[in-house]
């Protein structure tokens, strides 16, 4: 609930206040007009400029939910048509953020469906695999539908809840579900920057530390430790279990700190994180990737001068198989104390490292997922490695689009 008993008006991710008026228009399109103002005190100032940077990284034709408290029959689905917020700076005083917002309706859930298109190929790889192609809706959605073909379902249980994953997802087809606009938000992937402030939009400012990317299933930060690591940590249990990974460049050493992080992509089905590190000259950087439904973080590290050694590999060893390198991954060979097992692969020929992890030489680019085996050598179809390998190879870009039903 708001602050000092107002009401809320949820824009996609953005909370904002309830104001007592919403103009409606109708004619070809049904249009919503909303505007309001968030301000310093009672939020922090954090707050604010998050929910105007979050105003002013709508784009036109977005396809956002909306939901009232006061006004619920106003609660449905709708594409972004112009979006603008002031900001204004008291010093020392008052933060304000001005917004206002044009909306054309699509539909309440009961006569909209969502469609996500899932685009693109299979990624290229050098183990001759077809990969499974996968999905996940958000918790709560309903009525998924693929066409003639039925796709196998997967629960997977997070922080948020339980996660239906779909898998074989039959080629070329987009697959339609229901979703009531208040439970769109569940499982969803977040951005968050110091201080634990989810951030809305791309076109924002990023702590290059202080940041992390979660779906749920998995949270991933960066720590100090080791010199500087990847800690990922996987919900399992009940809890989240943590491994710390850390990134390689032979002639440019362990990474301790980053010069920037950028957001490239920033949607609740999927967001893209990326890490700069100044070379003498040149640049290093590390592409993130994390989808909603999935048990592993994909990452793309490169560097623009010479041949290189890049690897990625666990701050402390564990017992693995380096041979399976040849089938595309690397796991534990028993379980941790937690009852999982680690997980990591490349699309592209790799050598495993001793410790656990992936190295490629010679190269520029390296190409890596790192994720959990949930529940060791008893997880159940579709949390195996295997199983996983095959999700990464698969992993399907994502658009989601309001149609009426």
Known sequence: MAQYGWGDVQLGRIPLRETFAATESGGDDRGLDLE???????????????????????????????????????????????????????RTEVVTADWKVSLDRVGSDAETDLQSRLTGAVRLNDFSLAGERWHAPPIGHYGYVTGTTNPG?????GADG????YRGVPANISPRWGCAPTSYLTGRVRVTTTGGQEVYGTDVPLAAAGWSLTNGLVNVTWSASGGGSFDVQSFTGGAYRSKLWTPFSSSGGTISTWDGATLLRNDPEMAILRLTKSLSPGRYTVDLTLRRGSRFVEGYMQRNTSADELKVRLNTAETNVTALASAGYVTATSNDSDGNRFVAGSARTFTGHANGGVVRTNTTALDFWIGVVAGGGSA??????????????ACMPEAVYGVRR
């Open 36 to 90: 309001g103002q968030e301000s310093s005190p009672p939020l922090t100032r954090a707050q604010v400029i998050a929910r105007h940077d979050g105003i002013n990284a709508l784009t036109a034709g977005q396809v956002v939910p909306v939901t009232f408290t006061d006004k619920p029959e106003r609660n449905g689905y709708y594409t972004v048509k112009t979006a603008t917020s002031t900001y204004t700076e008291y």
């Open 153 to 157: 379902t997967l629960a997977r249980t």
């Open 162 to 165: 339980t996660i239906t994953v």
């Open 380 to 393: 159940v179809a579709g949390d195996t490695a295997t199983d996983l390998r095959n999700q990464y190879i």
